[in-house]
């Protein structure tokens, strides 16, 4: 046998101490190495995530180590999540999974411990209520999945300060009313990009006010599976979304059904098109009015986020990049194109380019410009006494015309008309009768026969008349005229025929 060299007088074996120093730092580097980094029982860990599915547990493990940063407790009977569930702060933790257990019931701080959290499952449930402030402590999440529960009822600060939210899944529940004003003011949820409500109980929602949306949000607001009352706003919102390629429109055009009054059916939202009842009629894509000498500003309605690029061409085929016709043409920074001081020229259909993530988009949009300035209320109210006051002074013009016009024959002009009597002057009026011709043909006054001396206008008496003319002899001497000093007053019988 061979034997090993011997040492040297007086000197020790000598043992390396390498590989004792490594696995000495793995150990204390490994985090199940560590004191109180023991897996929880009946948990499997690999570095910082605990799989706990399906362990049959009734309540969380404990405890928990620090360090964990996924934290799966799905398929379990974990049927209330209390605030001490996590004694300790988890600072690490970015996702917890607790569907499929039975959960009826959330402490509104239960969440204390866990402010880093980014992902939090708690669908397939049987929560009820969506209480307030229930999830105010986690700043961070960004994904919230409660869709399979029976939630019915959602306070409107349950997701306050959510600032980072992005998804939020609630569909296939009893909701009835959910506070979409979430989604109007901007500022609750202002990074919400994806928003299901779908198999629901919905029964009406304010289709004017989600077309205000932005398109990216509008793609992803799932509505389908709800009993919404059929309603023309309703179509025209959802038909703008088919016209835009939206997928939450267009991947589940067979779901999206509504009431019809009278209906015990269901009938699809999208074929309301003409049909009655409602009739209802398809909406343009975009389109703005405006005035001349307004400030309009037309939006770049794109359904993609991360927008690489966009520009903007006008009627006439200029592309605007920037300022343009003397500041007259601005590129906003958000995409929008602003258009000041508007001018009959400047109507048309504009067109938005945008270059997506994915793919390119057009969109246009549609500006009408009417040739009147919109004045305000002062100016409406003295525009409409001008008016009133002309056609008063219009309708006196006409009666002074018609019935203080004098004679238009030549040879009355030097004729002198006997004054009327002293006593007859109270029944002279401004307003006086037209002279009753019977002919078509004018004739001097002189060869018009005068009426009786003692009789005037409707057969009353007249006590001082004008002395009879001579007859004229002729076809035209038929014609009678009234007398000219006989004017009926404004009390009179005679009408007047304006």
């Known amino acids: 046998p061979v034997m090993p060299p011997s040492c040297p007088p007086g000197e020790a074996m000598r043992v390396p101490m390498w590989p004792l120093s490594l696995l000495l730092a793995l150990s204390l580097l490994s985090p199940w190495g560590s004191a109180g980094g023991s897996c929880p029982p009946r948990c499997v860990c690999a570095s910082n995530l605990l799989s706990c599915s399906q362990a049959n547990l009734s309540a969380v493990p404990a405890p928990l180590p620090r360090f964990t940063a996924v934290l799966d407790l799905s398929h379990n009977n974990v049927t209330r999540l209390r605030a001490d569930w996590a004694p300790a702060r988890l600072p690490h933790l970015h996702a917890l999974l607790l569907s499929h257990n039975g959960l009826a019931f959330v402490s509104t701080e239960a969440f204390t411990h866990v402010p880093r959290l980014r992902h939090l499952d708690l669908s397939s449930n049987r929560l009820r209520t969506l209480d307030e402030n229930l999830f105010s402590d986690l700043g961070e999440l960004e994904v919230l999945l409660l869709y399979n529960n029976e939630i019915s009822t959602v306070d409107r600060t349950a997701f306050e300060n959510l600032g980072r939210l992005r998804k939020l899944y609630l569909g296939q529940n009893r909701i009835a009313r959910f506070p979409l004003e979430l989604l109007r003011e901007g500022t609750r949820l202002p990074q919400l990009a994806l928003l299901d409500l779908s198999a629901n109980r919905l029964r009406a929602v304010p289709a004017g006010e989600l077309q205000a949306l932005p398109a990216w949000l509008r793609d992803r607001l799932y509505l389908h599976n709800n009993p919404l009352a059929c309603d023309c706003l309703l179509f025209q919102l959802l038909d703008r979304g088919r016209r835009r390629h939206l997928s939450a429109v267009e991947d589940f ?3 999206l059904r509504c009431f019809l009054p009278g209906a015990s059916a269901l009938v699809k939202i999208l074929d309301l098109a003409g049909k009655q009842p409602l009739n209802c009629s398809k ?4 389109v703005l009015e405006a005035h001349l000498g307004d400030t309009v500003t037309l939006g770049c309605d794109s359904r993609w986020q991360g ?14 990049l920037g300022d343009g016709g003397n500041g007259s043409v601005v590129l906003l920074a958000n995409g929008s194109l602003q258009l000041r001081a508007l001018r009959p020229e400047d109507g048309g259909t504009y067109s938005c380019w945008v270059a997506g993530p994915l793919l390119n988009e057009t969109l246009y949009v549609e500006l009408l410009v009417h040739n009147f300035t919109l004045h305000g209320p002062h100016d409406t ?16 013009l006409v009666l002074i015309y018609l019935y203080l016009t004098p004679c238009r024959c030549c040879c009355c002009r030097g004729t002198e008309k006997p004054p009327a009597p002293r006593d007859d002057s109270i029944n002279s009026s401004v307003l006086s009768t037209t002279p009753n011709h019977a002919g078509g043909t004018g004739e001097p006054c002189g060869s018009h026969i005068a009426s009786s001396a003692g009789t005037g206008q409707n057969g009353r008496f007249k006590g001082g008349g004008t002395p009879p003319l001579p007859a004229r002899q002729g076809p035209k001497a038929q014609r009678k005229v009234s007398d000219p000093d006989s004017v009926s007053s404004v009390f009179s019988d005679t009408p007047i025929v304006v």
């Open 307 to 320: 927008v690489r690029s966009r520009h903007w061409v006008t009627p006439g085929g200029e592309r605007v």
């Open 381 to 396: 109210l003295n525009t409409a006494y001008t008016t009133l006051v002309g056609c008063i002074l219009s309708v006196v």
């Open 283 to 286: 909406a343009r894509e975009a």
């Open 253 to 255: 055009q067979d779901e």
